[in-house]
C-alpha cells in the first residue's frame, strides 16, 4: 500500500471518529418516551441512558398498593432506557455501517450492558 494511500485511509479513520464523536454528542440530547399501565407512568430517557422525566397519573397512586406503582416504573423505565439504547444503535449503525470499527469509540457501555 503506498503512502498516499494510507495517508487518505489515515484522514477518513479520523473523520469517521470525528463524526462518531459527534454522534456520542448528540445521542445525550436524543430522547426516547415509553409508558406502561396503559399510559398511567410516562417516563422519558436519554441516549446516555439517563432517565430524564417521570409523570405518574395521581390515579394509579394507592398508598394501599405502592408494589404495582412501583412495578410500573420499573417496566416504563426499562422500555425508555432500552428505545433510546436502540435508537443510538441505529444512528452508530448508520454511520460504520453495522460494523465495529476498532479504535472507534464503544458507546454500548453508556447504557452499562
Not at 14 to 42: R, Y
Not at 56 to 83: F, G, H, S, Y
Amino acid at each position: 500500500m503506498s503512502k498516499k494511500m494510507i495517508g487518505n485511509l489515515m484522514r477518513e479513520a479520523q473523520k469517521l471518529q470525528e463524526k462518531m464523536a459527534k454522534l456520542q454528542e448528540e445521542a445525550s440530547q436524543a430522547t426516547a418516551e415509553a409508558s406502561s399501565g396503559g399510559g398511567m407512568v410516562s417516563v422519558v430517557a436519554n441516549g446516555s441512558g439517563q432517565i430524564v422525566s417521570i409523570t405518574i397519573d395521581k390515579e394509579v397512586v394507592n398508598p394501599d398498593d405502592t408494589e404495582m406503582l412501583q412495578d410500573l416504573i420499573i417496566t416504563a423505565c426499562n422500555e425508555a432506557i432500552k428505545r433510546a439504547h436502540e435508537g443510538v444503535q441505529e444512528e452508530m449503525s448508520k454511520l460504520t455501517g453495522g460494523l465495529q470499527l476498532p479504535g472507534m469509540p464503544d458507546i454500548s457501555n453508556l447504557f452499562g450492558k
